[in-house]
């Protein structure tokens, strides 16, 4: 068995990550943007690993995201104790229906929209990193960027510490895999109207090198 995989949706992330690893053999990979080719290229990335006889002890989704205003604040960490499909259900005069009351089959569902991250990677993080804020990860297909859908989105998820793209297709391929997941996230920017003079790049990836040092064998 092999170390730990921390998958990033780009090349910026990855880098980072690798700047502040102190355990070689942590290996890290950027994969691509959205949760449905993070999905994809997790699952590929475990089945290689385990055809090789080298599975992967655990798997983590990392990168920057936006943060909720009043639970995180930029360039701070956040920790899922969960990773949420925040879109993942059907719209309605009635407002949004989730995945789960939509009447499928439970074995249609797939876990249906939330996958807990595994609660004793989660408690190695949050030992090593104290001043992350541990809450619920939004993964979204669309960023929000309007105060309606912000408002909307608060209102619907009020633990939700992040949004991002890419935690709950990282996730289910982990479940799948019988793989322990988690997610750790540092924050660029605010949740709301897209205003790119509000975010600060620069101290989110530094604030995701600082984190890395966190990332190691579990």
Known sequence: MTGLLVVTAVPAEAEAVRAGLTDPTVTVRPIGVGPAVAGAATARLLALAEAAGRPYRAVVSAGIAGGFVGRVAVGGTVLADRSVAADLGAESPAGFIPVEELGMAPELLGGGR????????????????????????LTVSTVTGTAASTATLTDRHP???????????????AAHAGVPFAEL??????????????????????????????????
């Open 185 to 218: 996230r540092t924050i660029s920017n605010p949740i709301g109207p897209r205003d790119r003079g509000a975010w600060r790049m620069r101290e989110a990836f530094a604030a995701l090198t600082s984190a890395a040092a966190a990332l190691r064998q579990p």
């Open 114 to 137: 939330t996958v807990p991250a595994d609660p004793a990677l989660l408690d190695a993080l949050r030992a090593a990193l104290p001043a992350a804020t541990v809450g619920a990860v």
């Open 159 to 173: 633990d939700a510490v992040a949004e991002a793209m890419e935690g709950y297709g990282v996730a289910v391929a």
